[in-house]
């Protein structure tokens, strides 16, 4: 059975930091892409970082470069997820996926809320 785990999430002043965690089991871990999405108040979801099933290939949303870091344990079976320089704008229900190699399995994880607010 294919579960993603996300944790990590909570209430953060602005400019402050979270690092979420997605811990994935039922499936090749190493073999994935993993990505994390994120869906805030009346938004689309919209990527906002991904990974490769090696680690060596990144991408960022514009909105994040700078602030976020995406990383992967594949020891672990675990994708991160730092934050840092927090704003408002960043609140938001964020997600984890896993994509299969030639993209054939796509699964997600139940979200974890993420509140930027003074």
């Known amino acids: 059975q294919v579960q993603l785990v996300e944790s990590g999430g909570g209430l953060v002043q602005p400019g402050g930091s979270l690092t979420l965690s997605c811990a994935a089991s039922?499936?090749?871990?190493?073999?994935?892409?993993m990505n994390w999405y994120r869906q805030g108040p009346g938004k689309e979801r919209e990527l906002v970082a991904g990974?490769?099933?090696?680690?060596?290939?990144?991408n960022y949303a514009d909105s994040v470069k700078g602030r976020f870091t995406i990383s992967r344990d594949n020891a672990k079976n675990t994708v991160y997820l730092l934050m840092n320089s927090l704003k408002p704008a960043d609140t938001a229900v964020y997600y984890c996926?896993?994509?299969?190699?030639?993209?054939?399995?796509?699964?997600w994880g139940q979200g974890t809320q993420v509140t930027v607010s003074s």
């Open positions: 039922g499936f090749t871990f190493s073999t994935y892409g």
């Open positions: 990974i490769s099933s090696a680690g060596s290939r990144l």
């Open positions: 996926n896993a994509v299969a190699p030639l993209a054939e399995y796509n699964y």
